[in-house]
């Protein structure tokens, strides 16, 4: 049982390089969310999509665009990579109701230098 | 203002001690209440949640909400080691926004 599936786990970019973090959950879930979290911040919503065809900018959506492919995938975009964005970035989904837990991935780790 | 407040800690408490983690947020429409674990390195993974005013107990973990007061905590009795890690509190603001606090960090002293 696969749950949230993240890929890649680990990335290094060069300032400006540009890349997309795939993300799929199996579980029919509605809503799905993307997180960066750096030391000391927390979790921080980028942004969200709480139904497929519907997306939503969070807390720090500046810099990243997002894709709802379908129900079960959910793409970050960094078009133009900056060291800022250096984080582990952790995609989630839920049911969708108004209540509920969120299922994470496992996270992935960008570097940008 | 922080939408979800927590202070970051480290908390430190003796093996067997009670555990308070406290947890403040601005949003007084929030409906829904979480408290997430995570360990060093890993996913964040959900121990409690509550939505109705008092307290709601599973095990060892209790956890503690004040809607007027915008407040929940959770206290975790007979801590053990095992239970050192990162403790996120969450609220869902609106109907699917989910926003988390900037977590305590909790070391149990064997």
């Known amino acids: 049982n696969a749950g949230v599936t993240q890929t890649p786990k680990f990335q290094v970019l060069k300032t400006g390089q540009s890349m997309t973090l795939q993300c799929a959950q199996d579980?029919?879930?509605?809503?799905m969310y993307w997180y960066r979290q750096d030391p000391g911040m927390g979790l921080r919503l980028i942004y969200y999509s709480a139904s497929e065809g519907t997306t939503d900018k969070g807390e720090v959506p500046n810099g990243y665009n997002v894709s709802r492919l379908n129900k079960r995938e959910f793409s970050l975009r960094l078009e133009s990579a900056a060291p800022s964005q250096t984080s582990v970035y952790f995609c989630?989904?839920?049911?969708?109701?108004?209540?509920?837990?969120?299922?994470f991935g496992e996270g992935s780790r960008l570097t940008v230098l | 203002q922080k939408e979800v407040e927590q202070n970051s800690g480290p908390l430190s408490v003796p093996e067997g001690a009670i555990a308070s983690l406290n947890c403040t947020y601005s949003d007084r429409g929030s409906q829904s209440f979480f408290w997430y674990r995570q360990y060093s390195g890993k996913s964040p993974e959900l121990i409690m949640f509550?939505?109705?005013?008092g307290d709601k107990e599973d095990g060892r973990f209790t956890a503690q909400l004040n809607k007027a007061s915008q407040y929940v905590s959770l206290l975790i009795r007979d801590s053990q080691p095992s239970d050192s890690a990162t403790y996120l509190c969450a609220i869902t603001s609106g109907t699917y926004k989910y926003i988390f606090g900037t977590g305590t960090r909790l070391k149990v002293l064997a």
């Open positions: 989630a989904s839920r049911m969708g109701q108004n209540t509920g837990e969120l299922f």
């Open positions: 509550i939505y109705s005013n």
């Open positions: 579980m029919n879930h509605n809503s």
